[in-house]
């Protein structure tokens, strides 16, 4: 059975970073995106970072453009996202997602929640001003 199991939040101040960690075991088939999506309390779900794991194009939401990297270790099976310089603004439950079909390659569906079928169940980052 596919398992997205994420950890690495915490709580920081203004400035400070984290790295979050998603594990993905069980899955039969080639993933060919994983993402890092959040959602703050009363907001949508939104997408913060997309690997296209073949070949490993990555892309961003302009709000963590030039402070987050995502990342990911083929051996361990493990996606990252590296968070820095974070802001109040970032405090959100952080979630890991994958998605089996090539679609989620393209511009208009990389960053769309639906396109991606298996979550983990996320992990809270909170930053303090």
């Known amino acids: 059975q596919a398992q997205l199991v994420e950890s690495g939040g915490g709580s920081v101040q203004a400035g400070g970073s984290l790295r979050l960690s998603c594990v993905a075991s069980?899955?039969?088939?080639?993933?060919?995106?994983m993402a890092w999506f959040r959602q703050a309390p009363g907001k949508e779900r939104e997408a913060v970072a997309m690997?296209?794991?073949?070949?490993?194009?990555?892309y961003y939401a302009d709000s963590v453009k030039g402070r987050f990297t995502i990342s990911q270790d083929n051996a361990k099976m493990t996606l990252y996202l590296q968070m820095n310089s974070l802001k109040p603004e970032d405090t959100a439950l952080y979630y890991c997602?994958?998605?089996?079909?090539?679609?989620?390659?393209?511009?208009?569906?990389?960053?769309?929640?639906?396109?991606?079928?298996?979550w983990g169940q996320g992990t809270q980052v909170t930053v303090s001003s």
């Open positions: 997602a994958a998605s089996l079909t090539p679609r989620c390659q393209s511009r208009d569906y990389r960053f769309l929640a639906s396109e991606y079928p298996y």
């Open positions: 069980g899955f039969t088939y080639r993933r060919n995106c």
């Open positions: 690997l296209h794991l073949f070949p490993g194009f990555s």
